[in-house]
């Protein structure tokens, strides 16, 4: 699984790009340096157009403020699929598999709350094979994403990790077939890094986004074994796109984030 990371500033930090180093040091003359990002694809699937279904999960999201957050949540899933973030995916197509623009095929908030404060990951992967089986949600193919986004309060954990503590959100498949993505509630100072709460949002939902794309089974598609995914390498690093903030992802081309 992917896991997009909190801000440096956070309690606690996960593991991957987000690291507070006080001081440069060069490694000693028998240490290797480590070589510089470069995403190499490992034959397994990509979303070449994906198809997004935003899933809003518990009661609070049908009143302000959230019900005012999931509309622009779905309004930036409207703008951000066809937009110049997805022109970009494009240099990671391959042979037989040309990524190009998504489309946002559904939505459903849920009026059943989620159950407690806290659910692991299993508990996600049955509400949407739930959601599914009961046809709440469209049917999965081969380039369905299914993005859950959790109440304010409802963490979710990762066996030992527990959103907001190491992470800010991940995505992951079930059985290699349904592709989805989960997305805690920004409710701490980590996972909202100084930024607005949809800028938080729209920023780490972007990460997500062109993993889910570019390696829908976490280190199957495009992948660095040092650095991770496409939007690891660039972590909290943030632009803005017509209205939103998305966040930089890498490029091989540049050898950069762009």
């Known amino acids: 699984m992917s896991t997009s990371s909190p801000t440096p500033s956070a309690p606690s930090r996960a593991r991957g790009p987000i690291r507070v180093v006080p001081l440069h040091i060069a490694p000693a003359p028998s240490v290797a340096p480590v070589p510089g990002p470069k995403l190499t694809y490992r034959g397994g699937p990509l ?4 198809e997004v279904v935003t899933i809003f999960w518990g009661p609070s999201w049908q009143a302000p403020p959230q019900a005012d957050l999931s509309q622009q949540i779905n309004q930036f899933f409207d703008f951000v699929l066809t937009s110049a973030l997805l022109d970009q995916m494009s240099e990671y197509s391959v042979a037989g598999k040309v990524i190009g623009h998504g489309t946002h095929v559904g939505t459903v908030t849920l009026a059943a709350p989620a159950p407690g404060s806290s659910i692991d990951d299993s508990g996600v992967q049955q509400l949407i094979q739930g959601q599914i089986s009961t046809k709440a949600v469209p049917p999965p193919t081969p380039n369905s994403l299914y993005f859950v986004f959790l109440p304010p309060g409802v963490s979710v954990s990762l066996g030992s990790e527990s959103s907001c503590t190491t992470f800010c959100g991940y995505h992951s498949d079930i059985n290699a077939q349904i592709f989805y993505a989960v997305m805690p509630y920004p409710d701490c100072a980590g996972c909202v890094g100084g930024l607005t709460l949809l800028d938080a949002v729209t920023t780490t939902t972007s990460h997500e986004l062109c993993e889910a794309i570019t390696d829908p089974i976490p280190g199957q598609g495009w992948y ?13 690093k943030a ?16 050898a950069n984030c762009v």
Request: net charge negative; with cysteine; proline share 0%.
């Open 224 to 236: 660095d074994d040092q650095h991770g995914e496409i939007g690891d390498i660039c972590a909290w």
């Open 239 to 254: 632009r803005r796109l017509g209205a939103y903030s998305i966040q930089l992802e890498w490029s091989n081309q540049a």
């Open 47 to 50: 979303l070449t157009a994906v």
